[in-house]
Nanobody, 123 residues
Framework: QVQLVESGGGSVQAGGSLRLSCSASGRTLSSVVMGWFRQAPRKEREFVAATWRGGSRYYADSAKGRFTISGDNAKNTVYLQMNNMQPEDTAVYYC?????????????????WGQGTQVTVSS
């Protein structure tokens, strides 16, 4: 069993930055794939970024060049640093964990989800 708790959401103006945190308990980061997804109003939940094996990373096209996913094994916490944010980044952001070997950009492979944290970007 894995418990995930997100934090760091909030409101920011376009061009600003936020850092989301996801604290995991029950498994070490090295044994799972950790992903970030987001769901905007009236839209499907979509993949943002994932990390596994202490350094492998994968990003959605919308996140490349602006967002960085990273992990702190000592704190068992994964971060999503978001820079140059735009109004279209407004969404509820979810942290998720899945077993190694899953398709990282597909939510169907993730077994555990956090409660989500709201991110709002104003123009």
């Amino acid at each position: 069993q894995v418990q995930l708790v997100e934090s760091g959401g909030g409101s920011v103006q376009a061009g600003g930055s936020l850092r989301l945190s996801c604290s995991a308990s029950g498994r070490t980061l090295s044994s799972v794939v950790m992903g970030w997804f987001r769901q905007a109003p009236r839209k499907e939940r979509e993949f943002v970024a994932a990390t596994w094996r202490g350094g492998s990373r994968y990003y959605a096209d919308s996140a490349k060049g602006r967002f960085t996913i990273s992990g702190d094994n000592a704190k068992n916490t994964v971060y999503l640093q978001m820079n140059n944010m735009q109004p279209e980044d407004t969404a509820v952001y979810y942290c998720a964990a899945g077993l190694l070997g899953i398709r990282a950009n597909s939510e169907s492979g993730y077994n555990y989800w956090g409660q989500g944290t709201q991110v709002t970007v104003s123009s």
